[in-house]
Nanobody, 128 residues
Framework: QVQLVESGGGLVQAGGSLRLSCAASGRTFSTYAMGWFRQAPGKEREVVAHIRNGSDTGYEDYTYYADPVKGRFTISRDNAKNTVYLQMNSLKPEDTAVYYC????????????????WGQGTQVTVSS
């Protein structure tokens, strides 16, 4: 079992930055691929970024970013702290959404949005 708790959301002006954190329970955090998803009102949940497990650092796609956030968002993980981060820079009003952290042993299952574990979400609101 993995429990995920997100934090760091809030209200920010366009062009600003936020850093989301997702703290995971359990002693096997490093074996999980971790991802961030978001869901805006009236829209389907979409993948934002994901990062492979701690032993896959040699993969070319160790990190993945959706096109709308490439160059602005950075996903990282600290296996010693059981935490994954999402640094969001140059935020735009269209980034407004509830952001969810997810985990799965299979990065492809995670990318498809079918990850086995999800957090409760944190609201990010970007004002224009």
């Amino acid at each position: 079992q993995v429990q995920l708790v997100e934090s760091g959301g809030g209200l920010v002006q366009a062009g600003g930055s936020l850093r989301l954190s997702c703290a995971a329970s359990g002693r096997t955090f490093s074996t999980y691929a971790m991802g961030w998803f978001r869901q805006a009102p009236g829209k389907e949940r979409e993948v934002v970024a994901h990062i492979r497990n701690g032993s896959d650092t040699g993969y070319e796609d160790y990190t993945y970013y959706a096109d709308p956030v490439k160059g602005r968002f950075t996903i990282s993980r600290d296996n010693a702290k059981n935490t994954v981060y999402l640094q969001m820079n140059s935020l735009k009003p269209e980034d407004t959404a509830v952001y969810y952290c997810a985990a799965d042993l299979n990065v492809y299952v995670l990318r498809a949005g079918r990850g086995g574990y999800w957090g409760q979400g944190t609201q990010v609101t970007v004002s224009s």
